[in-house]
């Protein structure tokens, strides 16, 4: 079974803050993944990579950066915070074409 | 610009009947179609998935229909049972890519 979990869980954060949402995978999958998930919207891809070192932008960057380690962990990171970045974000990771996505618990983020 | 398109938002069915849900796509280079499931307040899973080289792909009371002409494809779920309640998302993946776009998702309620 793919293991992949995220920290923190929930964060609250301040307008103009920095976040960083942290994700790690087991399994040694080399394809990692960033969504948010918001009503009405389904998923939509923020960042991914194809490993270590390597990050690509999905079809909503702006706004995000992220980072690729090792291949193990990814992060997520916003700068600057804006009330429109709350969502639920998931980190999901994956072994190449056509495999499935394997995806953690997701972090529920709040910014006042 | 959607890539996916899922309907209906919601539905509704008794206990024991057939479900059906709806996806639609724009690009015919994609070559991969999962279907996610998740459970309120878990992460999404892979339910079952199709390639094109099939027009139905069957699992259990779980059977995609594949229309390539058309761009479409449904999702239905026979004798549904109330434990099947959950948001279905439909994917897909573009040729030699990997990521896949997501649709905005069905919320499927069984009623017993």
């Known amino acids: 079974e793919a293991a992949v979990t995220q920290s923190p869980r929930n964060k609250v954060a301040v307008t103009g803050g920095k976040v960083t949402l942290s994700c790690n995978q087991t399994?040694?999958?080399?394809?990692m993944y960033w969504y948010r998930q918001d009503t009405g919207h389904g998923l939509r891809l923020i960042h991914y990579?194809?490993?270590?070192?390597?990050?690509e932008k999905g079809d909503i960057p702006d706004g995000y950066k992220a980072s690729r380690p090792s291949q193990e962990n990814f992060s997520l990171i916003l700068e600057l915070a804006t009330p429109s970045q709350t969502s639920v974000y998931f980190c999901?990771?994956?072994?190449?074409?056509?495999?499935?996505?394997?995806f953690g618990p997701g972090t529920r983020l709040l910014v006042l | 610009q959607q890539q996916v398109r899922q309907s209906p938002q919601s539905l509704t069915v008794w206990e024991g009947e057939t479900a059906i849900l709806n996806c639609s796509y724009e690009?015919?280079?994609?070559?991969?179609f999962p279907w996610y499931w998740q459970f309120p307040r878990e992460s999404p899973a892979l339910l079952i998935a199709?390639?094109?080289?099939?027009n139905k792909k069957e699992d259990g009371r779980f059977t995609i229909f594949f229309n390539k002409r058309e761009k479409k494809l449904s999702l239905h779920i026979t004798d549904s049972q109330p434990g099947d309640s959950a948001t279905y998302f439909c994917?897909?993946?573009?040729?030699?890519?990997?990521?896949?776009?997501f649709g905005s998702g069905t919320k499927l309620t069984v009623e017993p």
């Open positions: 999901a990771s994956g072994t190449g074409k056509g495999d499935t996505q394997y």
């Open positions: 399994n040694n999958h080399n394809n």
């Open positions: 990579s194809y490993g270590a070192g390597s990050t």
């Open positions: 690009d015919s280079t994609f070559d991969y």
């Open positions: 199709i390639r094109p080289v099939s």
């Open positions: 994917a897909a993946r573009m040729s030699n890519y990997n990521v896949l776009y």
